[in-house]
């Protein structure tokens, strides 16, 4: 009845950043009038009423977190009387989004191939197989993504891998990307004309005949209208011979769906071929020593690591060796959340990370593999922001390795 509440102490939040309650809402049939309200740290910041006739998502609630908790109420704001509400689903997102495993990365085998039943964060029918990227995956052409060590297949028509992303803003802008191709016709009941679509929230966005010869990348951009979360859908649409084997296979990796990404050339993948004559990185301005290696070959230091982004990273080679990059298109009062990886050949060595000049973050780097390193920005009144990382090792001689350097809301 009316003044009836639930309410919930929630932490774990980082203070000052922006998030977003979502709750789904109705009112008992037949029992018109009733209200819900919604109260933050005892500040009423809505009451509305709700439908009779279904669950509705109220998911356009903002707050600015004042500390790591907030005390979250949802009261029953009806008028005296037998009004009862149905409240369900109540999650609290900071608009940055959770897609697993986009990169199939997850599971490793020792086959350079092999059909998956299970696929990490997927649902998934059909034939699946996971296969090796280059040469190691020659039964299904051979193809290399250049993103980490595997893909997946989508083998015959109505095979499908879907999931759904939660933790998105209800009133945000994402932008999601995929790589993707089919396998050439390295069998004999290999056939062409294999076909991929992809689906957004059970809708038809985008279907293609992939190349047998390249991966190539498909970019959608989407504003979210109340949910926090959204399912994709990768199905294998290829038109049915059936009078032979229809083993028209199509490939996918690394799905990516940041909040938003501001720099350029944030994997060290068009900075020139690899080696220590490198005479420009592409959106980067740079100071000292620096090479690009290869992943997973052993470098001139004498270490084989490999960072999972992509085909090449950056080497520091010296103390005083820097990388700098002016990130623009921030906007005030916002939170954002800068990540990179980092790894060393050499004991001792040092990074440094410095906004518009001023250090704020610093840590020995490991000699075991890459890592990831992250740091929380609060725009206050800036736009736009100089970003620089920098070998701070106290010897000359010891390299930083850096990859996948990213920014998002």
Partial sequence: GSGSSIEQVVTGLLDTRTYWVSLGMAARPGNPGALVGLYIDGSQQWSRPASTDCFEVNGNNAFQARGTSVRLLIKNDSPPGDYSVLIDNIIITDGNPKLLNGDFEAQDYTANWTYMTNITGWNGFGSRPLIVNGPAGSDWGGL???????????????DWVEQTAHGLSPVGTYTLTFLYAARPPVCGTCLPGGRLAFFVADQLIWWSEPSIKEWRTFTYTFTMTGNTTVKFRFENISPVDRL??????????????PGTLLFGDYDFETGGSTGCSIGSLASWSWGGSICIF????????GCNYDSFSGETYLSMETSGTYVSQVAAGMGEYETWVITWKFAACKAGAQLGVYIDGVMVWNATVPTT???????VLYTGTRTSAMFMWRNDSPTAGVEVYLDYITIVK
């Fill in 294 to 301: 290869a992943n997973a070959v052993t470098n001139s230091d």
């Fill in 369 to 375: 593999g890459f890592i990831t390193g992250n740091y």
């Fill in 244 to 257: 032979i084997d229809n083993d028209k296979c199509v490939f996918i990796d690394n799905i990516v769906l």
């Fill in 144 to 158: 290399d993504s250049g993103s980490g060590k595997y893909y997946i297949g989508l083998q015959d028509t109505d």
